[in-house]
Nanobody, 122 residues
Framework: QVQLVESGGGLEQPGGPLRLSCAASGSIFRVNGMGWYRQAPGKHRESVAQITRGGYTSYADSAKGRFTISRDNAKDTVYLQMNSLKPEDTAVYYC????????????????WGQGTQVTVSS
C-alpha cells in the first residue's frame, strides 16, 4: 500500500507564511503527479496547486503569486510554501500523489493524505 503523511499545518497570523510537507511511502515504483487540495468549512474541496514529476506547476487563481509548490523526487515529497496568508486560506489541506506501484506497473492510482489544518487568524 501507499501512505501520504502531511505536516506543517497550524495557526498563523494574516500575512504570515506556512510551509506544508507531504511524504509518500510504501510500495512505490514511481510517484507521478502530486498536488494540494483544500476544503474550508461548508465548501467543496478545491485544487490549490499541482506539480508533475518533471516540475511543471499549475495553481488556482487564489494561490497564484502567494503559494509555491515544489517536490523532491528522491524523497517522494511535495511541499507547499504559502506566503501572505489570508483568513480565507483557512481550510484543511490535503496532499495527493498519483502513484505507480511495483505490483501494478501498467497503471497508477491516486492517493490522498489525511489532511492538515491551516488556520489564518489574528
Amino acid at each position: 500500500q501507499v501512505q501520504l503523511v502531511e505536516s506543517g499545518g497550524g495557526l498563523e497570523q494574516p500575512g504570515g507564511p506556512l510551509r506544508l510537507s507531504c511524504a509518500a511511502s510504501g510500495s512505490i515504483f514511481r510517484v507521478n503527479g502530486m498536488g494540494w487540495y483544500r476544503q474550508a468549512p461548508g465548501k467543496h474541496r478545491e485544487s490549490v496547486a499541482q506539480i508533475t514529476r518533471g516540475g511543471y506547476t499549475s495553481y488556482a487563481d487564489s494561490a497564484k503569486g502567494r503559494f509555491t509548490i515544489s517536490r523532491d523526487n528522491a524523497k517522494d515529497t511535495v511541499y507547499l510554501q504559502m506566503n501572505s496568508l489570508k483568513p480565507e486560506d483557512t481550510a484543511v489541506y490535503y496532499c495527493t500523489a498519483d502513484v505507480t506501484r511495483y505490483t501494478a506497473l501498467h497503471t497508477s492510482d491516486l492517493y490522498w493524505g489525511q489532511g492538515t489544518q491551516v488556520t489564518v487568524s489574528s
